[in-house]
């Protein structure tokens, strides 16, 4: 029996392995394979037959590098910025000591008891948490039912029910108070499907800080509940031509032009250290959760982890908890989109080629020149160029 967990930043998605497949349909669930159970793929839908598993040939390295070597502790990744080989700080010497800044405050943040008790109470008062792991018991029927009584049971890690309908509020309060330990009165960042957005502005609301959030124009359209959400929790929705990518720049470009004054909100594990450190350490608590949650309720861990990979900052909130548990199966689902051979889709991961893109080394989905793709997802939220494994 197999106990798997999913947590999907878009609205719908798929998970398959060879010998089983299954569809999700939800903001956030878990799934679970039985790997003796043969599925004749004919019989498919013909979204579900798309939405194959690839593993590229350099994913064993990585599963390597971070999996295999349990001398490397919390700190060393904090210290360093690296993710086995991927991370670091890519940026140009204006850059370097707003960052070392930033890097500084993290450290102690992370290291202040008082500030981690004010996190602690934020998360429970106002984000919601704990969020509950809920037993899917007619979904876990459904799949014993149709495998001879045979089948894992399925569990799902709500984090739709945080304050904001996601688990983007766990960083983004974290964030808004270094912001405010820093003395930065403003805060800019970009979103994609608005969920992030949605955080952002709710954490600044909360402590009084000035938020500016930019979107994409096409997603403005397709997202506009989640852009009247952040307009009432006080936010500034500025629009950008293009897509995400854009975005991102845009709002890279209104923190470099008032460094002294604002602080730019990372969101996803994405660009230069300690962005994506700090997105891990606060989203975390998820994995933390689960953990705790998983021996209250069975008295051990779960078999398999999986979750939606679209920006990585839920996937590795619930991955880094498990990262030396040798015993827990973690797996990725990305947006196949038309195909891997289609050149429409968002497997950064899965078809993607490594090298630096928004101050990090990490996958890009690059054409041979080394000039970015454009992804290609319905979901607003998987689409994204680059990611930080």
Known sequence: MMTCKLQ?????????SNNHSVS?????????????????????????????????????????????HPQETNN?????????????????????????????????????ETFKAELAEALRDFAGRETPLYYARRLSEHYKINNNGKGPDIYLKREDLNHGGSHKINNALGQAMIAKRMGRNTVVTATASGQHGIATAAACAKLGLDCTVFMAAKEMEKECSNVKLMKLLGAKVEGVNGSYKDAASEAFRSWVGEMEKSYHLTGSAVGPHPCPTMVREFQSVIGRE????????????????????????????????????????????????????????????????????????????????????????????????FILS
């Open 24 to 68: 999700i349909e939800s903001s956030s669930l878990m799934v679970a394979t039985d790997h003796q159970n043969k599925t004749n793929n004919n019989l498919l839908p013909r979204e579900l037959a798309m939405a194959t598993t690839c593993v590229p040939t350099i994913k064993p390295l990585l599963e390597k590098e971070l999996r295999t």
């Open 290 to 385: 689960t953990r705790k949650q998983a021996l209250e309720k069975w008295g051990g861990k779960p078999d398999v982890l999986i979750a939606c990979v679209g920006t990585g900052s839920n996937a590795l909130g619930l991955f880094h908890e498990y990262l030396h548990d040798m015993d827990v199966r973690l797996i990725g689902v990305e947006a196949a989109g038309c195909g891997l051979d289609s050149g429409k889709h968002s497997s950064t991961l899965a078809a993607g080629d490594v090298g630096v893109y928004h101050g990090a080394l990490t996958y890009l989905l690059q054409d041979q020149d080394g000039q970015i793709l454009p992804p290609h997802s319905i979901a607003s939220g998987s689409v994204f160029y």
């Open 8 to 16: 999907l930043g878009g609205a719908f998605a798929f998970a398959r």
């Open 76 to 112: 060393d990744i904090i210290n360093s910025g690296k993710f086995g080989r991927f991370g670091g700080k890519f940026v140009p010497e204006t850059l370097i000591v707003c960052m070392s800044q930033l890097e500084a405050e993290f450290n102690k943040a992370i290291h202040d």
